[in-house]
């Protein structure tokens, strides 16, 4: 089993900052990339962020310069740290892994169940 668990979503007035963590657990033998997704209502789920192993970063363009992921590998945990927010970046934030579970496997997709990240004045 493998668990990624998101936490940090709320309620923001435009313009401030929210930090997510997701910490992912379970059996893991290594952790190669790790990112943010997003979904807003009627949209499609959209990249947001994602960092490398090495700590290689790639950002969407809606975000650039206002959020920064990074990653804890000790810890198997990404951030994303959202500043200066828009009404166009409430949506539901998913976790994203690239994992080995064992030694003989190779790499899959694991997912979060979600944080809601509203912002309204």
């Known amino acids: 089993q493998v668990q990624l668990v998101e936490s940090g979503g709320g309620l923001v007035q435009p313009g401030g900052s929210l930090r997510l963590s997701c910490a992912a657990s379970?059996?893991?033998?290594?952790?190669?990339?790790m990112g943010w997704y997003r979904q807003a209502p009627g949209n499609q789920r959209e990249l947001v962020a994602t960092?490398?192993?090495?700590?290689?970063?790639n950002y969407a363009d809606s975000v650039k310069g206002r959020f920064t992921i990074s990653r804890d590998n000790a810890k198997n945990t990404v951030y994303l740290q959202m500043n200066s927010l828009k009404l166009e970046d409430t949506a539901v934030y998913y976790c994203?892994?690239?994992?080995?579970?064992?030694?003989?496997?190779?790499?899959?997709?694991?997912w979060g169940q979600g944080t809601q990240v509203t912002v309204s004045s």
């Open positions: 994203n892994a690239v994992l080995r579970r064992y030694w003989y496997s190779t790499d899959g997709n694991y």
């Open positions: 379970g059996n893991i033998f290594s952790v190669n990339a």
């Open positions: 960092i490398s192993s090495g700590g290689v970063t």
